[in-house]
C-alpha cells in the first residue's frame, strides 16, 4: 500500500513532536521545584505514544507515507514501542537522582522526548535521508543532555568526547550512504535492494561504501574497534543521562542496522556478515577483558555494553547462508530479542545504581556496593538478578537471550559458525568473573563508611525497581511470548 503523504502513519511522531513543543512551553510557567506538571505530563504523552505504537502493532502489511520515505510495519512500531518503555522507565528512576543535582529542568524533559523522536523516525526510515535525519536529531539531543550538568567538569568532558566522536561516526555512515547513493542511483532502501540484487552496479564502489556503513553502525553501536567513546561517556555522564544513552539508543542502532544492511543491502550479506563477525569477536574479547579491570562500576558496565553489542551482532552474521535467507527469520529474531532483553536488564543495573546515589554521593565505584546485603537485601537481590542476566546465567532471560543466538548460530551447520559460538561460550565465561565479583562484594563484603546507603526517595521508582526485576526472572522462565512477538515482527519486515 502507497500513499503521497498518508499523514495517519506517522501519528505517533506528530503526537511526540507536538507534546515536546507543548511541555517546553508549559515548563515556563510551572514554579514547582520538583517539576510535578512536567514530569506527569511526559510520562503521559509518552503513555500515548506507546498505545499508538502498539494499536499499530497488529498491521499484518506495511505501509508507507511521506513519499515512500516512511514505512510503518510490525518491526517498527515494536521497536518505537519498546524504546518509548525504555524511556519511560529511565525518567522515572532519573526523577529522584537529578533532583539534588540541578537538572530538574523543563529542558531534560523536553530532549528526552526529542531522542524518543529521533529513534521512532530511525526505526521507520525507508529512504536514507530519513534515517540520517532520525539519527542526528536523536544525537544531537543526547549531547545536548550529557552536558545538562554543567557545573560538573566530567559531564562537560564526556559531552565533548561524545560530540567529537559522534560527528565522525555520522560522517563515516554519511559518506558510505552517499557511495552508495553513487553506486545505486537511489535513496531510497527497496530501491537499493533492487538495484544490488540485479548485479548490474560496480561491486567497488559498493564494498567500498558498505565499509563506511558498518562503520558507521558500529560507532552507534558502540562495538569495537569503535569503542572509544562509550567507557569516557558512560563514565562522566550523570548516571541518569547514562541510562538514557544505554537504552533507547541502541534499540534504534538496531533498527538502523536491519534497515540498512537487511532490507537494503542483502544482496552482499556475504560482505558485511565477515565484517560483522570480526566487529564480534573484537568486541567480546575486548569488552569482556577490558571489563576485569574496572573499579568503577559505570565502566565496567560500559565495557559490559561493549561485549553483550558483540554477542548480538554474532546473530546478524547468520541470517544468510550459502546464498539462502532460510536462517534469516531465526537468527534476526534472536538478534531482536537479545537487544530487547539487554536494554531490559540495563535499565534495571543503572536504575539502582541511581536509586543507590543520594545528595552529594555517587554510587560510581565497585566498592560502593559493598556489604550491601546487610543494608538492603532486598536491592542486592535485584542487582545479582541483574548481573545473573547480563553473564547469562539461568533462570533469567539473559540466559535464554544467549541460548538463542547460539542456536542460530550452530543451526546453519557452517564450521566457522560453530566456532563462533565455541568462542562466544568461553570468553562469556571469562566474562562471568566481573559480574559474579558484583554479587561477592554486595553479599561478602563488609559495608564500608563510603558505601552507598539505599535511598528514602522515590518510592515509585523502588516499585518499579522491583517490577524490572521481576520481568528479568519471568521472562527467564517463560521467555515464548516475546520470542514470538520478536519473531513475527522481523518476518513481516523480510516478507516486505
Known amino acids: 500500500m502507497n500513499a503521497a503523504m498518508n499523514w495517519s502513519v506517522v501519528a505517533p511522531e506528530i503526537v511526540l513532536l507536538t507534546m515536546a513543543c507543548v511541555i517546553a512551553i508549559v515548563d515556563l510557567f510551572v514554579t514547582d521545584?520538583?517539576?510535578?506538571?512536567?514530569?506527569?505530563?511526559?510520562?503521559?504523552?509518552?503513555?500515548?505514544?506507546?498505545l499508538l505504537h502498539l494499536r499499530a502493532l497488529d498491521a499484518a502489511e506495511s505501509v508507507f507515507a511521506m513519499q515512500s520515505m516512511f514505512v510503518s510495519d510490525s518491526l517498527g512500531h515494536l521497536l518505537a514501542l519498546f524504546a518509548t518503555l525504555a524511556v519511560m522507565t529511565t525518567i522515572a528512576y532519573a526523577r529522584p537522582y537529578i533532583g539534588p543535582r540541578e537538572m530538574q529542568k523543563g529542558e531534560f524533559y523536553t530532549l528526552s522526548l526529542f531522542v524518543l523522536l529521533g529513534v521512532c523516525?530511525?526505526?521507520?526510515?525507508?529512504n536514507f535521508l530519513v534515517v540520517y535525519l532520525g539519527l542526528e536529531l536523536m544525537s544531537l539531543s543526547l549531547y545536548a543532555l550529557t552536558a545538562l550538568r554543567r557545573d560538573n567538569a566530567n559531564a562537560t568532558e564526556a559531552a565533548m568526547k561524545y560530540f567529537v566522536l559522534g560527528a565522525l561516526a555520522s560522517g563515516f555512515l554519511l559518506y558510505g550512504l552517499s557511495m552508495m547513493y553513487g553506486a545505486t542511483g537511489s535513496l531510497d532502501i527497496p530501491r537499493v535492494f533492487e538495484v544490488i540484487g540485479k548485479g548490474q552496479v560496480n561491486q567497488s564502489v559498493l564494498i567500498f561504501g558498505l565499509v563506511f556503513v558498518v562503520a558507521g553502525l558500529a560507532f552507534k553501536f558502540g562495538a569495537a574497534p569503535?569503542?572509544?567513546?562509550?567507557?569516557?561517556?558512560?563514565?562522566?555522564?550523570?548516571t541518569a543521562i547514562t541510562l538514557l544513552i544505554a537504552g533507547a539508543p541502541k534499540l534504534a542502532a538496531f533498527g538502523m542496522t536491519l534497515r540498512l544492511l537487511v532490507e537494503g543491502m542483502l544482496g552482499l550479506a556475504t560482505d558485511w556478515q565477515q565484517m560483522l563477525a570480526v566487529l564480534a569477536v573484537m568486541s567480546l574479547l575486548i569488552g569482556n577483558l577490558a571489563a576485569i579491570a574496572q573499579t568503577n562500576l559505570k565502566r565496567m558496565l560500559a565495557y559490559s555494553a561493549i561485549a553483550q553489542?558483540?554477542?548480538?551482532?554474532?546473530?546478524?552474521?547468520?541470517?544468510?547462508?550459502?546464498?539462502?535467507?532460510?536462517?534469516?527469520?531465526?537468527?534476526?529474531?534472536?538478534?531482536?530479542?537479545y537487544m530487547v532483553i539487554y536494554v531490559l536488564t540495563t535499565l534495571g543495573s543503572f536504575g539502582l545504581i541511581m536509586l543507590l546515589a543520594r545528595r552529594g554521593f555517587e554510587c560510581e565505584e565497585i566498592s560502593d556496593l559493598s556489604g550491601l546485603n546487610q543494608?538492603?537485601?532486598?536491592m542486592a537481590g535485584v542487582m545479582a538478578v541483574f548481573m545473573f542476566s547480563l553473564a547469562g546465567i539461568p533462570p533469567t532471560a539473559g540466559f535464554y537471550a544467549k541460548l538463542s543466538v547460539l542456536q542460530a548460530l550452530i543451526t546453519t551447520n557452517l564450521p566457522h559458525h560453530l566456532w563462533l559460538a565455541i568462542f562466544a561460550v568461553l570468553i562469556s565465561l571469562i566474562g562471568a568473573f566481573y559480574y559474579l565479583r558484583i554479587v561477592k562484594v554486595m553479599y561478602f563484603d563488609e559495608p564500608t563508611a563510603e558505601a552507598a546507603a539505599p535511598s528514602e526517595e522515590g518510592g515509585g521508582a523502588h516499585t518499579l525497581l522491583a517490577i524490572n526485576g521481576s520481568a528479568v526472572l519471568i521472562l527467564g522462565i517463560l521467555p515464548g511470548g516475546l520470542m514470538a512477538l520478536c519473531s513475527m515482527a522481523i518476518l513481516r519486515a523480510l516478507a516486505s
Open 33 to 50: 521545584a520538583e517539576r510535578r506538571v512536567t514530569f506527569w505530563l511526559t510520562q503521559a504523552s509518552l503513555a500515548v505514544v506507546a
Open 121 to 126: 523516525v530511525m526505526v521507520a526510515a525507508n
Open 226 to 238: 569503535f569503542h572509544m567513546w562509550v567507557p569516557d561517556v558512560y563514565h562522566g555522564a550523570p
Open 309 to 337: 553489542i558483540g554477542f548480538m551482532l554474532l546473530a546478524l552474521t547468520a541470517g544468510v547462508v550459502s546464498g539462502n535467507t532460510l536462517s534469516a527469520g531465526n537468527a534476526y529474531s534472536s538478534a531482536l530479542f
Open 375 to 378: 543494608r538492603s537485601p532486598w
